[in-house]
């Protein structure tokens, strides 16, 4: 609106005024601009996508870490959205090009993409029906012994809007925790969902003592073990976000009703975390 101002596209009673002048009511105010809208849904883009299945119907694929999955009004690099138009141009007739869950920028792993409309709606009814299973694996800062299921609803923080919270006025949200393997002071874990809210498995860790090594965002503390060597406190220090990866993913086939069942290993950084915690903890035993 200020540039409007500036440069002329704005008048008031048929004269361009300053951006200080104050209206006293009554005016005739006339804008001459163009809104350019930041969120792109349009434009596609050639970047790596690393797709596990496709059909007619549906594109299964593994997100890389520092991927955004949709445009939004401070997304300035292509997203995920832009490079599947690339992939598959007849998304650009669905809503959304097709995307019916999302992941967040630095989470890796599965998400699955419908290519039609039959798919799309069949889909996202499947999501509000919480039949389709998502599971997760983390590193959290702590010990977690026994399976633990968290029930506390989210929304977004009053205080930051970038932030989800639990809010007592917030939307249900059920998250499992299952330790698969514990370290001396973190455990990689396994994550499932019940519902799917936004930041839900980082907020609930977080809530019960379990940050996600590197999500700064939500309470993690870069915790480094007592006695720690040179190789284990960098490693902890320069991982750059959340260590969580979506690593399965299993629906009924919007269109056949055959299950479909898809797993991806670990992404290279958070297997070289991994690798470097258990030679840690071996070495303490």
Known sequence: MTKWIKDGSIS??????????????GE???????????????TAAEIPIHIVFEDEDLLVVNKP????????????????ANG???????????????????????????MVVAATELARVR???????????????????GNLTQTREIDLPLGRSPRDRTRQTVRVDGREAVTLLTPIERF???TLVRAQLRTGRTHQIRVHAARVGLPLVGDLKYGAKRRIPPSASDE??????????QALHANQLAFDHPRSKQLMSFEVPMPEDLDSLIDVLRRDADEFL
């Not at 889909?123 to 800062?141: D, F, H, N, T």
């Open 232 to 241: 284990v406190s960098e490693t902890l220090r320069k991982f750059q976000r």
């Open 12 to 25: 008031v009673d048929g004269r361009t005024q300053k951006p200080n002048h104050k209206l006293s009511g």
């Open 28 to 42: 005739l105010v006339e804008i001459d601009g163009t809104f350019q809208p930041k969120q792109d849904w349009d």
């Open 123 to 141: 889909l996202i009814a499947a999501l509000a029906l919480r039949a389709v299973s998502r599971s997760y694996v983390a590193v959290v800062e």
């Open 65 to 80: 870490a520092g991927l955004v999955v949709h445009p939004g009004a401070a997304t300035v690099a292509p997203t995920l």
């Open 184 to 186: 001396r002071v973190h």
């Open 84 to 110: 599947l138009l690339a992939v598959r141009p007849a998304l650009s007739a669905l809503p959304r090009a097709g995307i019916v869950h999302r992941l967040d920028k630095d989470t890796t792993g599965l």
